[in-house]
């Protein structure tokens, strides 16, 4: 069972980055000399390929994948974990993988995604 479909999940991945466009170009315009690629990742600030990542068995994952002139959207469903996709197998145990024990912090569900990885074997 699905817990999200490929247009929900493309039609949030489109809002969000139109949001996140937008809170940047209002921040560029209220301070003309900051240089934001100083501040933000550069998926903030220009377009990219995107990637949602729904698994059938556990899982939703947004890979932002690489440079392009204007912003796409690719959602693919697959078989396995999305850990087991966008992130290498780093503890075999259920416990955190990076601890945090800091006051008012909460992390969860987080899926950090670093370099292109080709999918194709992994369904």
Known sequence: MLIVNKNTLKSF???YWDKVYELTSQIKRMYSTIRLELIFPHFMLKPFHIRGIISHKHG???EVIKPSN???IEVI????D???IVLPRLSSS???VFPVEESFIVMENLNIISAYK???NME
């Open 13 to 15: 991945i489109k809002a």
């Open 60 to 62: 939703v994952a947004i």
């Open 70 to 72: 204007e912003i796409t």
């Open 77 to 80: 469903e697959v078989n396995k």
């Open 82 to 84: 999305v850990e087991e």
């Open 94 to 96: 259920n416990k955190p």
């Open 118 to 120: 080709r999918l194709e």
